[in-house]
């Protein structure tokens, strides 16, 4: 079974500038989540994709989007960037109607 | 009405002994209550988790303990060895939409050999 992978592992950015993450979930799962990870804090929920469409987002602006492919893969993208957004952005798949999420090791993003 | 406190933000436990993180929530249409482990430079990955229907649920030397009247809930690790070293997260969910989890700040465990 193979797990939840993303690229790339680190990137560092400038303000203003525009990032594409990208994540393949685990075999058999449907749905993939962002999350946003700040040092020192839990995961941020940023949104959710189910059958290429958006099925829920948290509290983030819409310069934070994504994709979802048809065989379940998703970037994320995050446009202007900001110092703020520094963070480690982990990716989760789960299969819709169950609890268990299964997280990639994450993108680590410094926007300088 | 969407957070989840936790506490302590660290905690140092010598090995062997007990380990113990608590969490409230505040929504009350919460009905999934998981808790994360997480180590450095890796993802956090699912430890246990526990509906509403009961009030604790055992798996090896974790346990979680619920108490839903008090909207409150614990991780108690038995026997803590050095490898339960690592951040810990509760979180909180309706099941349903359960992909939508709203977590807890952390607890940085370290257990002394």
């Known amino acids: 079974e193979t797990g939840v992978t993303q690229s790339p592992t680190h990137l560092i950015k400038t303000r203003g500038q525009q990032v594409t993450l990208r994540c393949s979930s685990q075999?058999?799962?449907?749905?993939v989540s962002w999350y946003q990870q700040a040092l020192g804090q839990g995961p941020q929920f940023i949104f959710q994709y189910y059958r290429e469409e958006e099925n829920g987002r948290g509290n983030f602006p819409p310069r934070f989007s994504g994709l979802q492919f048809p065989n379940y893969s998703s970037e994320l993208n995050v446009n202007a960037l900001e110092l703020d957004d520094s963070a480690l952005y982990l990716c989760?798949?789960?299969?819709?109607?169950?609890?268990?999420?299964?997280f990639g090791e994450g993108s680590r993003l410094t926007v300088l | 009405q969407q957070q989840v406190k936790q506490s302590p933000q660290s905690l140092i436990v010598q090995k062997g002994g007990i380990s113990i993180i608590n969490c409230a929530y505040e929504?009350?249409?919460?009905?999934?209550f998981p808790w994360y482990q997480q180590f450095p430079g890796k993802g956090p990955a699912l430890l246990i988790a526990i509906r509403p229907d009961v009030s604790e649920k055992k798996e090896g030397r974790f346990t979680i303990s619920f108490n839903k009247s008090a909207k409150q809930f614990s991780l108690h690790i038995m026997d803590s060895q050095p490898g339960d070293s690592a951040t810990y997260f509760c979180a909180a969910s309706k099941y349903s939409s359960a992909s939508k989890i709203i977590f807890g700040s952390g607890t940085r465990l370290s257990i002394r050999p």
């Open positions: 989760a798949s789960s299969t819709r109607g169950t609890g268990e999420l299964f």
């Open positions: 075999s058999g799962h449907n749905t």
């Open positions: 929504n009350t249409a919460f009905d999934y």
